[in-house]
T-cell receptor
Protein backbone atom coordinates (compact mmCIF):
# COMPACT_ATOMS: atom_id res chain seq x y z
CA UNK A 1 0.00 0.00 0.00
CA UNK A 2 1.18 3.47 -0.83
CA UNK A 3 1.66 5.56 2.26
CA UNK A 4 1.91 9.32 2.51
CA UNK A 5 2.45 10.58 6.03
CA UNK A 6 2.38 14.11 7.41
CA UNK A 7 4.23 15.11 10.55
CA UNK A 8 1.25 16.45 12.50
CA UNK A 9 -2.53 16.13 12.34
CA UNK A 10 -3.10 19.32 14.31
CA UNK A 11 -0.77 22.24 14.86
CA UNK A 12 -1.24 25.57 16.64
CA UNK A 13 1.33 28.32 16.06
CA UNK A 14 1.61 32.00 16.85
CA UNK A 15 1.75 34.82 14.31
CA UNK A 16 5.30 35.40 13.13
CA UNK A 17 6.58 31.92 13.95
CA UNK A 18 8.46 29.86 11.38
CA UNK A 19 6.46 26.69 10.68
CA UNK A 20 7.65 23.45 9.10
CA UNK A 21 5.21 20.91 7.70
CA UNK A 22 6.80 17.60 6.73
CA UNK A 23 5.57 15.02 4.25
CA UNK A 24 7.05 11.60 3.62
CA UNK A 25 6.08 8.99 1.03
CA UNK A 26 7.29 5.40 0.91
CA UNK A 27 6.79 4.48 -2.76
CA UNK A 28 9.74 6.15 -4.46
CA UNK A 29 7.40 8.63 -6.15
CA UNK A 30 8.96 11.25 -8.37
CA UNK A 31 6.31 13.94 -7.94
CA UNK A 32 5.16 15.56 -4.69
CA UNK A 33 2.65 18.32 -4.02
CA UNK A 34 1.46 20.69 -1.29
CA UNK A 35 -2.13 21.98 -1.26
CA UNK A 36 -4.23 23.97 1.11
CA UNK A 37 -7.97 23.49 1.42
CA UNK A 38 -10.40 26.10 2.69
CA UNK A 39 -14.22 26.02 2.81
CA UNK A 40 -15.71 27.37 -0.41
CA UNK A 41 -12.32 27.67 -2.12
CA UNK A 42 -11.59 24.02 -2.77
CA UNK A 43 -8.09 22.62 -3.13
CA UNK A 44 -5.40 25.11 -4.10
CA UNK A 45 -1.90 24.12 -5.16
CA UNK A 46 0.90 25.86 -3.26
CA UNK A 47 4.07 24.22 -4.58
CA UNK A 48 5.07 21.01 -6.29
CA UNK A 49 8.24 19.10 -7.07
CA UNK A 50 8.87 16.80 -10.00
CA UNK A 51 12.05 15.36 -8.56
CA UNK A 52 14.69 15.80 -5.88
CA UNK A 53 15.88 19.37 -5.46
CA UNK A 54 13.30 20.58 -8.00
CA UNK A 55 10.40 22.86 -7.16
CA UNK A 56 7.71 24.71 -9.04
CA UNK A 57 5.28 27.38 -7.86
CA UNK A 58 1.63 26.49 -7.82
CA UNK A 59 -1.32 28.84 -7.78
CA UNK A 60 -0.73 30.42 -4.36
CA UNK A 61 2.99 30.31 -3.42
CA UNK A 62 3.14 33.66 -1.63
CA UNK A 63 4.21 33.33 1.99
CA UNK A 64 5.44 29.75 1.53
CA UNK A 65 8.64 28.00 0.53
CA UNK A 66 9.52 24.32 0.08
CA UNK A 67 12.46 21.97 0.33
CA UNK A 68 13.07 18.59 -1.26
CA UNK A 69 16.53 17.34 -0.34
CA UNK A 70 15.55 13.66 -0.47
CA UNK A 71 13.18 11.95 -2.86
CA UNK A 72 10.83 10.69 -0.15
CA UNK A 73 10.48 13.95 1.78
CA UNK A 74 8.87 17.25 0.82
CA UNK A 75 8.73 20.06 3.35
CA UNK A 76 6.49 23.12 3.34
CA UNK A 77 7.80 26.15 5.21
CA UNK A 78 5.84 29.15 6.41
CA UNK A 79 8.60 31.72 6.93
CA UNK A 80 6.48 33.99 9.15
CA UNK A 81 3.08 32.51 9.91
CA UNK A 82 0.04 34.76 9.58
CA UNK A 83 -3.57 34.23 10.59
CA UNK A 84 -4.67 33.95 6.95
CA UNK A 85 -2.53 30.82 6.70
CA UNK A 86 -4.86 29.01 9.06
CA UNK A 87 -6.03 26.12 6.92
CA UNK A 88 -5.95 22.39 6.20
CA UNK A 89 -2.70 21.47 4.47
CA UNK A 90 -2.57 18.37 2.30
CA UNK A 91 0.46 16.65 0.85
CA UNK A 92 0.29 14.29 -2.13
CA UNK A 93 2.60 12.19 -4.26
CA UNK A 94 2.50 10.21 -7.50
CA UNK A 95 4.91 8.14 -9.51
CA UNK A 96 5.54 5.96 -12.51
CA UNK A 97 5.11 2.69 -10.58
CA UNK A 98 1.42 3.41 -9.91
CA UNK A 99 0.67 4.88 -13.35
CA UNK A 100 0.84 8.36 -11.81
CA UNK A 101 -2.16 7.74 -9.60
CA UNK A 102 -2.04 10.49 -6.97
CA UNK A 103 -2.12 9.67 -3.25
CA UNK A 104 -2.78 12.06 -0.40
CA UNK A 105 -1.66 12.24 3.19
CA UNK A 106 -4.11 12.63 6.10
CA UNK A 107 -3.71 16.41 6.27
CA UNK A 108 -2.46 18.88 8.86
CA UNK A 109 -4.96 21.28 10.39
CA UNK A 110 -2.88 24.41 11.11
CA UNK A 111 -4.22 27.19 13.29
CA UNK A 112 -2.26 30.44 13.52
CA UNK A 113 -3.27 32.67 16.44
CA UNK B 1 -6.64 26.75 -19.19
CA UNK B 2 -8.25 23.50 -17.99
CA UNK B 3 -11.37 23.90 -15.88
CA UNK B 4 -13.19 21.10 -14.09
CA UNK B 5 -16.83 21.38 -13.06
CA UNK B 6 -18.84 19.06 -10.86
CA UNK B 7 -22.61 19.28 -10.76
CA UNK B 8 -24.50 19.11 -8.48
CA UNK B 9 -22.57 20.60 -5.58
CA UNK B 10 -24.63 18.52 -3.15
CA UNK B 11 -26.84 15.46 -3.46
CA UNK B 12 -29.03 13.60 -0.99
CA UNK B 13 -30.40 10.14 -1.76
CA UNK B 14 -32.10 7.32 0.18
CA UNK B 15 -30.11 4.21 1.01
CA UNK B 16 -30.09 1.56 -1.72
CA UNK B 17 -30.42 3.96 -4.62
CA UNK B 18 -28.05 3.84 -7.59
CA UNK B 19 -26.60 7.26 -8.36
CA UNK B 20 -24.39 9.10 -10.82
CA UNK B 21 -21.99 11.94 -10.12
CA UNK B 22 -20.93 14.13 -13.01
CA UNK B 23 -17.64 15.76 -13.93
CA UNK B 24 -16.91 17.89 -16.99
CA UNK B 25 -13.66 19.40 -18.22
CA UNK B 26 -12.94 22.02 -20.87
CA UNK B 27 -9.74 20.69 -22.51
CA UNK B 28 -10.06 17.16 -23.88
CA UNK B 29 -6.27 16.67 -24.25
CA UNK B 30 -5.94 14.90 -20.92
CA UNK B 31 -3.42 12.32 -19.72
CA UNK B 32 -5.71 10.80 -17.09
CA UNK B 33 -8.68 11.46 -14.82
CA UNK B 34 -8.96 10.52 -11.17
CA UNK B 35 -11.88 10.28 -8.75
CA UNK B 36 -11.34 10.85 -5.04
CA UNK B 37 -13.39 10.60 -1.90
CA UNK B 38 -12.94 12.92 1.08
CA UNK B 39 -14.46 12.48 4.52
CA UNK B 40 -14.82 15.58 6.74
CA UNK B 41 -11.49 16.69 8.19
CA UNK B 42 -9.55 13.99 6.38
CA UNK B 43 -7.28 13.67 3.37
CA UNK B 44 -8.40 12.52 -0.07
CA UNK B 45 -8.67 8.82 -0.88
CA UNK B 46 -8.14 7.74 -4.47
CA UNK B 47 -11.08 5.75 -5.80
CA UNK B 48 -10.40 5.24 -9.49
CA UNK B 49 -7.85 6.33 -12.07
CA UNK B 50 -8.77 6.29 -15.76
CA UNK B 51 -5.98 6.68 -18.29
CA UNK B 52 -6.79 8.69 -21.43
CA UNK B 53 -6.85 5.50 -23.54
CA UNK B 54 -9.47 3.85 -21.31
CA UNK B 55 -13.26 4.22 -21.36
CA UNK B 56 -14.04 3.02 -17.85
CA UNK B 57 -12.73 1.57 -14.61
CA UNK B 58 -14.53 -0.44 -11.95
CA UNK B 59 -13.89 -1.07 -8.28
CA UNK B 60 -16.55 -2.90 -6.29
CA UNK B 61 -19.77 -0.87 -6.40
CA UNK B 62 -18.04 2.02 -8.20
CA UNK B 63 -17.77 2.47 -11.94
CA UNK B 64 -16.19 5.49 -13.59
CA UNK B 65 -16.50 6.26 -17.27
CA UNK B 66 -14.58 8.67 -19.46
CA UNK B 67 -15.65 10.34 -22.70
CA UNK B 68 -12.71 12.52 -23.70
CA UNK B 69 -14.28 13.90 -26.85
CA UNK B 70 -17.21 15.38 -24.95
CA UNK B 71 -15.10 16.32 -21.91
CA UNK B 72 -17.13 14.27 -19.45
CA UNK B 73 -16.75 11.62 -16.80
CA UNK B 74 -19.31 9.97 -14.56
CA UNK B 75 -18.93 8.08 -11.30
CA UNK B 76 -21.66 5.49 -10.84
CA UNK B 77 -22.32 4.21 -7.31
CA UNK B 78 -24.51 1.12 -7.08
CA UNK B 79 -26.74 0.31 -4.10
CA UNK B 80 -25.66 3.33 -2.08
CA UNK B 81 -25.04 3.00 1.66
CA UNK B 82 -24.83 5.58 4.48
CA UNK B 83 -21.08 4.89 4.60
CA UNK B 84 -20.82 6.33 1.07
CA UNK B 85 -21.65 9.78 2.47
CA UNK B 86 -18.66 11.98 1.69
CA UNK B 87 -17.45 14.58 -0.79
CA UNK B 88 -16.42 13.18 -4.15
CA UNK B 89 -13.84 15.06 -6.21
CA UNK B 90 -12.88 14.67 -9.82
CA UNK B 91 -9.46 15.76 -11.12
CA UNK B 92 -7.80 15.72 -14.51
CA UNK B 93 -4.17 15.79 -15.55
CA UNK B 94 -3.34 17.42 -18.86
CA UNK B 95 -0.70 16.00 -21.15
CA UNK B 96 2.85 16.38 -19.92
CA UNK B 97 4.07 16.38 -16.35
CA UNK B 98 1.45 18.76 -15.01
CA UNK B 99 -0.44 18.95 -11.70
CA UNK B 100 -4.00 17.69 -11.36
CA UNK B 101 -6.78 20.22 -11.87
CA UNK B 102 -9.57 19.62 -9.37
CA UNK B 103 -13.30 20.23 -9.42
CA UNK B 104 -14.91 21.62 -6.29
CA UNK B 105 -16.59 18.30 -5.50
CA UNK B 106 -20.07 16.88 -4.94
CA UNK B 107 -21.13 16.42 -1.32
CA UNK B 108 -23.14 13.19 -1.13
CA UNK B 109 -25.47 12.26 1.71
CA UNK B 110 -27.01 8.78 1.77
CA UNK B 111 -29.94 8.68 4.15
CA UNK B 112 -30.73 5.43 6.03
Amino acid sequence: DVKVTQSSRYLVKRTGEKVFLECVQDMDHENMFWYRQDPGLGLRLIYFSYDVKMKEKGDIPEGYSVSREKKERFSLILESASTNQTSMYLCASRGFRQGYEQYFGPGTRLTVT
Amino acid sequence: KQEVTQIPAALSVPEGENLVLNCSFTDSAIYNLQWFRQDPGKGLTSLLLIQSSQREQTSGRLNASLDKSSGRSTLYIAASQPGDSATYLCAVRNSGNTPLVFGKGTRLSVIA
